[in-house]
Structure formats: structure tokens, C-alpha cells
């Protein structure tokens, strides 16, 4: 069973900055693409960014380009979310999902992915 493990999350003031942390239990994150999502109280959840396979690929939600940047460690067998200039709104539940292996494309759209992290909460606040 392929399993996704987020970390980084926490308390963070406005204008803070911060990097979660995607990790793969049981198999090897290389050549899969991943993508990065979040779910506000209240909303649906939304796709922010994504990295295909070989890492030469990246994709956002347009909102979150200036701020956000997707990049992977394949050695680390790990994908991460740099999220900067944090504001309250950012404020979510933050989940790492793959879609299959994927050389050199992604998506942010939920009906693609094939597993999930559990997710980790991110909280701007001051």
C-alpha cells in the first residue's frame, strides 16, 4: 500500500515562512508525480501545486504562484512545499497526494490522485 506522510506544519505568524515535508512509506517517491493540496475549515479542498516524476515539471494554482514553490529530493525520497509571505488565509489542512508514475507532467485536480497523506495543519496566525 503506498503511503504519504506529511510534516512541517504548525503555528506561524503572518509574513512568516515555512516548508512541509512529503515522505513516502514503503516504496520509492522517484518517477511518481506529486501534488500538494488544502483544505480550509469550511471549503473544498483545493490543489495548490504539483512536480512531476523527474522534478522538471512543476505546476500552481495560479493565486499561489508568487508565494509557493514545489521542489523534490529524490534521494531523500521526499517532495516539499515552500510556502512564503504567509498570511491568515493559508490557514489549512495541507495534503501531499500522487497521481502515478508520471515522468514529466502533474495535476492539482483531486480526481487524479491515486493515494493520500493524512495531512498537516498549517495555522497563520499572529
Known amino acids: 500500500q503506498l503511503q504519504l506522510v506529511e510534516s512541517g506544519g504548525g503555528l506561524v505568524q503572518p509574513g512568516g515562512s515555512l516548508r512541509l515535508s512529503c515522505a513516502a512509506s514503503?516504496?520509492?517517491?522517484?518517477?511518481?508525480?506529486i501534488s500538494w493540496f488544502r483544505q480550509a475549515p469550511g471549503k473544498e479542498r483545493e490543489g495548490v501545486a504539483c512536480?512531476?516524476?523527474?522534478?522538471?515539471?512543476?505546476y500552481y494554482l495560479p493565486s499561489t504562484l508568487d508565494r509557493f514553490s514545489v521542489d523534490r529530493d529524490n534521494a531523500k525520497n521526499a517532495v516539499y512545499l515552500r510556502i512564503s509571505d504567509l498570511k491568515t488565509e493559508d490557514t489549512a489542512i495541507y495534503y501531499c497526494?500522487?497521481?502515478?508514475?508520471?515522468?514529466?507532467?502533474?495535476?492539482?485536480?483531486?480526481?487524479?490522485?491515486?493515494?493520500w497523506g493524512k495531512g498537516t495543519w498549517v495555522t497563520v496566525s499572529s
Open positions: 497526494a500522487g497521481s502515478g508514475d508520471s515522468f514529466d507532467s502533474c495535476s492539482i485536480d483531486v480526481v487524479d490522485m491515486k493515494y
Open positions: 514503503g516504496f520509492t517517491l522517484r518517477d511518481h508525480a
Open positions: 512536480i512531476s516524476g523527474s522534478g522538471t515539471t512543476a
